[in-house]
């Protein structure tokens, strides 16, 4: 067994001791690259790409990862507005404060910053590997999660493209894209090239092409993740102080239906929030299975797109400002991020990293100190090969807007548009072969829109 693979079953026993929950995930991975190295050891070395190779020989393949962050991400807050009047009237609990005081955003451009639970991403943004797309979404109105997490890894373009004749999800079609011509006098192309970290095949590689998996063992989403408000003890409270002699019975029996109508929205809040996980993995798990990921995506060049989905996002309760639930699941994803840049080691100069979500987020609060399902959203790209360093797409305009009713930020750019720009210019599809990953889709942008030139 070669040094770099003992190490990597080492790892992985080390993670199964510390969380029992993955034991057995780790026992079969540890036995896999147990025999993995015996295989690797037994067969004769070649070129990259081929049987037997050694997977870091030869420069690292273009590679494309899909990160989606379910539940909705709140892009006011991944990049606030703090010098935006409006957005510090519409958030009064969430909003972030200007640089330079407690709590306050990182300056990245005039009166627009980063969340400072992103802080360790600041450096790959003025490095130029970071950048942001502003407005993207569904440009049909959906805010139901699971049916807007259908269409985008669907690659439709809205409710209507779910019911025509899409093979599966896109990253698939895209895999389909990558292999080879097929040759009548050769065997069949059966390379595996892509491989996700969720605990089932996602949508998004549904289809013809095959995939890896690495499992993501056992997970139990944290007893608070919807930290919804127990007002038991005042609803008891005020009911006495309503059934009191002398109160009006019109205001005891409005009392009572305003506390069922509460209690039926927490409980709706709380069913939404879960189901909006779609069962995939909470966002705390991002770092060590983005590690994973790059350890297998160095070990077979052959994998050149990765897919991970992480939950904890659908923020309508608690939502908090730097400190909070939102707070927490951004700090998990900017360390996801460093992870997989690091694993990918040499790599990531090669790969691009989309992490984009289903929607985004109401502009104004609600009453339980969070924001409700959005439209407009935000897509980050991330990587070597991305022209970042600045901000893509179009900024909403906050001021002027009427809170009770344009709470919904607008989608200005079909998501679809970016991902087509940087599978062509990245991975080198033709406009044809887009077509058939996004069909119906006509692009906007030059395949290097997002890239930069080296």
Known sequence: MNRRLFLHALALAAAASACPGVAAAARRAGKKTADTAQKAAAAPSGPPGTPGAAPDSGPAPARLVVIFLRGGVDGLSVLPPYGDDFYLLARPTTALPPPGTPGGALPLADGVGLHPSLAPLVGDFTAGRLAFVQGVGVTERVREHA????????GAAGTSGLAGDLAGGWLNRL????????????APDR??????????RPLILTGKAPSANVPPGRYVYPMDAAALPDVTDLDAVLARAYAAKGVPAVLTRAFREGVAQRRSRLAALATEINASCADDPPVSRFPELAGRLAAEMVRKPELRLGFMAFGGFDTHVRQGAAEGRLPQALAQTAKGLRALADGLGAGFARTVVVVLSEFGRSLGENSLGGTDNGHGGLMWLFGGPVAGGRFYGQAASLSGRRLYRERLLPVTLDYRQPLAAVARGHLGLSEEAAARVFPGLAPVASPETYLAQK
């Not at 895999?175 to 006098?185: I, Q, S, V, W, Y």
């Not at 390379?191 to 089932?200: L, S, Y």
Request: hydrophobic fraction near 50%; glycine fraction near 0%.
């Open 147 to 154: 049916k807007a997490q259908r269409i985008m890894e669907a």
């Open 191 to 200: 390379t595996v090239r892509a491989v996700f970290a969720t605990p089932r």
């Open 175 to 186: 895999a389909l894209e990558l292999a080879p011509a097929p040759d009548p006098k050769a």
